[in-house]
């Protein structure tokens, strides 16, 4: 399976790419959010709605809206990894991971051998995926340095909501201790020349992310959006 054009080479090449989250598990949900005009969608197997056998219909109504379907597995684990791929998804976001050995199973566990230990057989596979590992932890902003340098380690996404769990601070970028932590992240990315994702609901926190230095930004979620719109226009209706 071909990946969406220039997709690897622009996120290797740390171009801004935007995207959404989605945690409904629904091809016409996907789809009506990658025909938006995202360069990818992320399905939730972690926290959201779809599981293994929604994902062939999922990654298939995203890829024909143009955009290029990404998972975020559930666990840093080799068999939630390969069956993410093999079902057709063209990389995967991996949670869970605090130190570069870790990240060297994770790296081995999306690339064929002799490179890594990826078993083959998937017929939705992509030729060429790519692996992001999360940044959600004190634990993983101490080894940063040491992740990025892990061969197959394509770049970082950063939950900031769990990475504040973590650090004991406010989900907020303006607070100075998870501010502190993002920007360790920023400048290891740009040191490193591999790019940093990160995980925001709605455009005006994106792109001051993307200022940052951030170039895979998750701009949306499908379920806060339907909430979000829901309750603007219910208010709208109600004024009067």
């Not at 959201?48 to 597995?73: C, H, K, N």
């Not at 607070?175 to 591999?194: E, F, I, N, T």
Request: charged share 20%.
């Amino acid at each position: 399976m071909t990946m969406t054009p220039d997709f690897r080479s622009r996120l290797a090449a740390r171009e801004p790419l935007y995207g959404a989250w989605s945690v409904i598990p629904s091809p016409l949900s996907v789809r009506l959010l990658a025909a938006a005009g995202l360069d990818y969608v992320v399905i939730d197997l972690q926290h959201g709605g779809a599981v293994e056998t929604d994902l062939p219909a999922m990654t298939s109504a995203i890829r024909l809206a143009g955009a290029t379907p990404v998972a975020r597995v559930r666990h840093a684990h080799t068999a939630d990894i390969g069956r993410a791929l093999d079902l057709g998804c063209e990389g995967v976001i991996v949670p869970n991971v605090d130190s570069a050995a870790q990240a060297c199973q994770v790296a081995s566990a999306v690339r064929y051998p002799p490179a890594g230990h990826r078993s083959v057989g998937g017929v939705l596979a992509a030729a060429e995926p790519f692996c992001l590992v999360m940044a959600e932890s004190a634990a993983a902003v101490a080894e940063l340095d040491a992740t990025l340098a892990v061969d197959g380690v394509d770049g970082l996404y950063v939950g900031p909501r769990d990475l504040s769990l973590s650090l004991g601070c406010e989900p907020d970028p303006d607070d100075p201790v998870l501010d502190q932590a993002l920007q360790r992240v920023w400048v290891a990315c740009a040191a490193a020349g591999k790019p940093a994702g990160v995980h925001a609901t709605e455009g005006t926190t994106a792109r001051r992310y993307r200022d940052a230095g951030c170039t895979l930004i998750t701009t949306a979620g499908d379920a806060a959006a339907i909430t979000r719109d829901t309750a603007a226009q219910l208010s709208l209706a109600r004024v009067g």
